[in-house]
């Protein structure tokens, strides 16, 4: 069945895992593959060629990028309800009121916008990347990040192989999977942070629609309202021409001024309701948006990160270029089978006494060489010499052997080139001669080295092997020096 | 327009699988000592992009030449009818066994294909082979002789002298020691047996030179993944507590070394394959210093930087950053930026010199410890690793498919390679190499720099050669 529709993540992780194990495939069968595909292709974009090669190439393959995939799905989802839980939480805790003190809004700006903001400015720490300056400090931050949390719980949910944990190594020594790492971290951070300020805002909007939230201001710190009143216009300046009445006038600054000792100091409580807007729009311009913002941004770079992830791989390098690359092919499709050894080797002939008779093929030692040889190292005296093979015509090798032909039980010598193999015309002429000197006789082959050299051991092995293949009791080669 | 095809053709056991193996890169051809290893033709195409350029057509050796020739002078009809005759012998004998090989070898060359006969110009001529030559010319077909030298002997002229009588080209190439410049202009040439050849030989060399390129670049790739894996390797230690003790710290740098080995195994797998390879072993005896360990003294001392030039090195680097606050300044600094940049450099390389790894213990977000060892800090490793990865490189490159021994070095491969890579190459990717230290992360210009580097290195081994 064919695989569904996979995003660039799986691809970028079970495209390398997949080319690592398809380099057991030969070298020029992958080169024709690929290029093939890569010929098939219209797309330009490199990334979109290597998922197209990977659609064409394996349909039916499953990696371990969907299980990852699903993993990644299923933290996401957790960081979204743990951001949202929270939201909830702390949004009841600062817009708690029983009736009798009304929602402090230095608190509820304090804890739903400025706590907010400065994780929002560590979390912007992270961003310029690993700079010399702020590296030290980003690797102190960096484990406190929601998102890093996520991670690790990522590594031992995914129980990737080492090769795999590097991938959300955000320290890792390749950019690519340093970049997608701290990527998917913010990632995860923003999806928490942005589900905490969606929770926060559903909240207070829940709580002042179903029930009758009085706000005021207090704070120990000498402040006028005045003062207060330019720091709200200040917050509201974002959404004062949109929203004008959610932007508290002086009269309701100064009308919400409360102090606990002072009770009754207040104005009516219709009149404190009004600072809801205002809270709302805090909520949603200083902690809802930015997080937005931060989360789009880090969505965009995560798939630009998966992107670099699947291309930076060399073994997808190597693969981009052979879908660019003709084709070169030099090897054979298929090769022989191993020829199998000879049963036996011929049998050695040392040494024995009496006379012999020589034939001398393709002149490949002088006769009187040749009687030399035969005393010193068989024993034998060449009493008749004849020349065959070689230049001669076939009738020449015919009178050689009818120069042998003989009833009288005899050794005849045959001195061949140890460096030229064992032709088949030689063993039919060893045949022939068999023939004509009968079965009783011996004949012993002798090759002989050009030059001063010696037989080597190879070329004694390949006549043995040529001559034992005759299976003939009495045809013998030289023994090896 | 026909495809050229050449059938290699000649005595047995005179190289004519080992020229095949050379010139179609295969190492799967079957090759031995032993005559009547070949049995059958078998045919190796070039093909680009699935469009045949040409084809060797690797032919077992004459094994009864001289009955051939008198079975063909005993139905000459004349010169003219010469190619006739031997299509005829074919056709007769096609069932008999006693003429299997000599079927096997002219039916090619009576289909059309070009002759290369070869010989083995280190053993003396012997009129033997003239029957050989002289069927030949009674194919009427273009031809070329080649004298192989399969041992030391030397009797190219006498065989040079002989061959001009059947040949009108002839030349010498030895099949097993031939690098690709040869082999190359050994396929060149064939277009001068038949000048319709020669167009198509021309893009088929094109084509392989092209691809020699993309290979070794493709070769610079990998030792450069190599160097960017092994130098920001890092592993981890489960721990029990904030304190690793001895036995934890050794794991972590036994593991870290483990992988750095299988690294460089995985690494030299895979140039092997490039250069298509893929069996070839390296052999203890024969290649010591790449079969010994990378961590080891031996590897330090072949591959390593001397303390002066990772000195030198370290203040060059250093020379670089001091340089740029120099031109931030507009040269109000009188230049003492690259001095102090360069004597900080220097230092920092000599303090640096002797350790393997950075060695920490981390927190976990999700609760306990683990020492993290890694990434490698020590200096002279990357050029190790580059040394040792380099000399491999080559030794596969200039390796020649007809060899069936391991891979072995000659006397000056062990020299030091670090002293071959000039100081500005040994700058460039010494501030990789501390990008990589300093877990600053190597991205892809510097991964540009690194490959592109390592691939003049490789083509200046090349070109040195």
């Not at chain 1, 398809?22 to 979109?48: F, K, M, N, V, Y």
């Not at chain 2, 493709?218 to 507590?241: K, M, R």
């Not at chain 2, 213990?361 to 990865?389: C, F, H, K, S």
Request: hydrophobic share 45%.
């Amino acid at each position: 069945m064919p695989r569904p529709a996979t995003t660039l993540f799986e691809d970028a992780i079970d495209v390398p895992l997949w080319l690592e194990a398809d380099r057991l495939t030969p070298h020029a069968e992958r080169s024709r593959r690929d290029r093939e595909i890569g010929l098939t292709l219209e797309h330009r974009d490199r990334i979109q060629r290597v998922r197209g090669w990977w659609r064409a190439a394996a349909p039916d393959e499953e990696g371990a990028g969907p299980h990852l995939e699903r993993v990644r799905g299923a933290i996401t989802a957790v960081m979204a309800l743990l951001g949202a839980a929270l939201g909830v939480s702390l949004a009841l805790a600062a817009f708690q009121y029983d009736g009798s003190q009304p929602v402090n809004v230095v608190r509820l700006i304090a804890l739903l916008v400025v706590v907010p903001a400065l994780f929002l400015v560590v979390s912007l720490l992270l961003l310029p990347g690993r700079v010399p300056l702020l590296r030290g400090l980003q690797d102190l931050i960096a484990p406190l990040n929601p998102g890093a949390l996520a991670l690790a719980v990522f590594r031992r949910l995914a129980r990737a192989s080492p090769e795999l944990a590097r991938t959300f190594d955000w320290r890792a020594g390749r950019s690519s999977a340093a970049r997608f790492a701290k990527w998917q971290l913010v990632c995860w951070s923003q999806v928490a942070a942005v589900a905490f300020n969606v929770a926060v805002l559903a909240t207070a909007v829940l709580l002042v629609t179903f029930t009758d939230l009085a706000f005021r201001w207090s704070t120990t710190l000498d402040v006028d309202p005045e003062a207060v009143t330019r720091i709200v216009h200040a917050i509201a300046w974002p959404w004062h021409a949109f929203v004008p009445s959610a932007v508290p006038s002086a009269e309701l600054v100064e009308q919400s001024q409360f102090f606990r000792l002072d009770n009754g100091g207040l104005a009516n409580g219709r009149a404190l309701t009004a600072w809801w807007p205002f809270t709302l729009l805090t909520i949603v311009t200083y902690g809802l948006l930015p997080r937005l913002v931060l989360l789009g941004v880090a969505l965009v770079r995560l798939r630009a990160a998966e992107g670099g992830l699947l291309l930076d791989d060399p073994r997808v390098t190597q693969l981009v270029d052979r879908m660019a690359s003709p084709a070169v092919e030099t090897a054979a499709a298929e090769h022989a089978e191993r020829a199998a050894a000879p049963s036996s080797d011929a049998a050695g002939y040392r040494e024995a006494t009496g006379r012999a008779r020589a034939v001398i093929w393709e002149s490949c030692v002088s006769v009187e060489t040749a009687r030399a040889h035969a005393r010193r190292r068989l024993g034998v005296e060449l009493v008749a010499a004849a020349e065959a093979g070689g230049g001669r015509t076939l009738g020449a090798d015919r009178q050689a052997l009818d120069s042998m032909g003989s009833s009288e039980q005899s050794t005849v010598v045959v001195f061949t080139p140890a460096w030229e193999p064992p032709l088949l015309e030689l063993l039919d002429f060893l045949g022939e001669l068999r023939r004509r000197v009968g079965d009783e006789s011996s004949i012993v082959v002798v090759p002989i080295a050009d030059g001063e050299r010696a037989v080597t051991a190879v070329e004694h092995e390949t006549w043995a092997r040529a001559i034992g293949r005759l299976g003939d009791p009495r045809l013998y080669v030289e023994a090896a020096a | 327009m026909s495809v050229p095809r050449f059938a290699i053709v000649g005595h047995p056991n005179k190289g004519k699988s080992s020229i095949v193996a050379t010139l179609a890169e295969d190492d799967a051809v079957a090759i031995s000592p032993h005559p009547g290893t070949t049995t059958q033709a078998r045919a190796y195409p070039m093909r680009l992009d699935g469009d045949t350029l040409y084809e060797l057509i690797d032919t077992p050796g004459f094994q009864r030449a001289r009955e051939t020739l008198a079975w063909l002078e005993a139905h000459d009809r004349g010169a003219g009818a010469r190619a006739a005759v031997v299509r005829e012998f074919v056709a007769a004998h096609s069932a008999d066994k006693r003429f299997s090989d000599e079927c096997e070898l002219l039916k090619p060359i009576v289909a059309g294909a070009g002759i290369l006969y070869v010989v083995d110009g280190s053993r003396p001529y012997g009129r033997q082979y003239e029957a050989e030559m002289e069927v030949l010319r009674w194919t009427g077909q273009p031809r070329m002789a080649l004298i192989n030298l399969i041992s030391t002997g030397d009797h190219v002229e006498e065989w040079r002298a002989a061959l001009a009588q059947y040949f009108s080209i002839v030349r010498t190439f030895d099949a097993v020691r031939a690098d690709f410049g040869r082999r190359i202009d050994l396929l060149r040439s064939f277009g001068a047996i038949d000048e319709s050849w020669a167009a198509p030989l021309t893009r088929a060399t094109d084509a392989l030179v092209a691809d020699r390129e993309r290979r070794l670049r493709a070769a610079a790739v990998e030792i450069g993944d190599l160097l960017i894996d092994s130098l920001s390797t890092t592993v981890t230690v489960p721990l029990a507590g904030p304190d690793a003790d001895a036995a934890a710290l050794a794991n972590g740098r036994s593991k870290l070394q483990e992988r750095v080995r299988r690294r460089e195994r995985d690494s030299r797998r895979s140039v092997q394959e490039i250069y298509r390879h893929g069996a070839l072993a390296i052999d203890e005896s024969a290649a010591p210093y790449l079969v010994v360990d990378v961590f080891s003294a031996q590897s330090f001392s072949v591959f390593g930087l001397s303390a002066t030039q990772l000195a030198f090195t370290g203040a060059a680097s250093g020379a670089v950053a001091g340089t740029v606050i120099d031109v931030a300044l507009g040269g109000a600094s009188l230049l003492l930026g690259a001095g102090i940049g360069a004597a900080v450099g220097a230092a920092g390389t000599l303090v640096g010199a002797g350790r393997l790894a950075k060695v920490r213990v981390l927190g976990q977000p999700v609760g306990g410890y683990e020492l993290r060892v890694g990434p490698i800090t020590d200096l002279n490793l990357p050029w190790v690793l580059l040394g040792r990865a380099l000399l491999h490189a080559k030794l596969v490159a200039e390796r020649n498919h007809a060899r069936r021994d391991s891979l072995a070095l000659d006397a000056r491969a062990g020299a030091h390679l670090a002293d071959d890579i000039g100081s500005d190459r040994r700058r460039a990717l010494e501030d990789v190499f501390r990008r990589l230290r300093n877990e600053r992360g190597v991205n892809a210009a510097d991964g540009s720099v690194l490959i592109e580097t390592i691939g003049r290195l490789l083509e200046s081994e090349a070109a040195a050669k």
